[in-house]
């Protein structure tokens, strides 16, 4: 039942200096953060992370998203964290992403201004999208080193 999984500030949400408003988020909602660094990955890099979507039509645009600035990696740890987070985050498109969501109050493009562009959408955040990528990408991102199990307040006040 307790779960950990993947969230990333993609370079947007680090760019336009979001990282703090998108980390409490996560946290207000009383999820623990278990991991957590700054990473500029390489093209080799988005290939593992993106594995499923190299042959999209929209992976060139993604890649050179994502290796464009610094991105905060976190590991999240909590009850049903995978369906939770993503609903925290909300939808891919942030134009109907739903409001009170991550991708619905801090950002609005739509997937047709993005792909006539030829660029990726820009939605601030990555979350694995179900437990078994959630596993894959904890151990991508993160050494079992980087990992950490400590007592968070919520333990006693949340769950
Ligand atoms: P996510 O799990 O909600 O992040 O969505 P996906 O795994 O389907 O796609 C990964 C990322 O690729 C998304 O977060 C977007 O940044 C981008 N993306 C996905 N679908 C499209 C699309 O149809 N067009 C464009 N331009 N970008 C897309
Ligand atoms: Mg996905």
């Known amino acids: 039942m307790i779960e950990r999984t993947l969230v990333l500030v993609k370079p947007d949400g680090v760019q336009r200096g979001l990282i703090g408003d998108i980390i409490s988020r996560f946290e207000k909602r009383g999820l623990k953060i278990v991991g957590m660094k700054m990473v500029w990955v390489d093209k080799d ?3 593992q992370h993106y594995s499923a979507h190299i042959d999209k039509n929209f992976y060139k645009g993604l890649e050179d998203f994502i ?3 610094p991105i905060v990696a976190m590991a999240v740890e909590g009850i049903n964290a995978v369906e939770l987070v993503r609903k925290v985050v909300g ?3 942030p134009k109907s992403a739903p409001i009170g969501t ?3 109050d801090f950002a609005h493009v739509s997937y047709e201004y993005a792909d006539k562009k030829g660029i990726s959408i820009k939605n601030l955040v990555h979350a694995s ?3 078994e990528e959630a ?3 904890v151990s991508l991102w993160f050494s ?4 950490f199990n400590y007592k968070s307040a919520n333990q006693d006040y949340v769950m």
Not at 144 to 147: K, M, P, Y
Request: charged share 30%.
């Open 91 to 93: 939808s891919t498109e």
């Open 45 to 47: 890099f988005s290939k």
């Open 135 to 137: 596993e894959q990408e």
């Open 102 to 104: 991550i991708r619905g």
């Open 67 to 69: 290796i464009s600035a």
């Open 129 to 131: 999208g179900n437990s």
């Open 144 to 147: 079992v080193e980087e990992l």
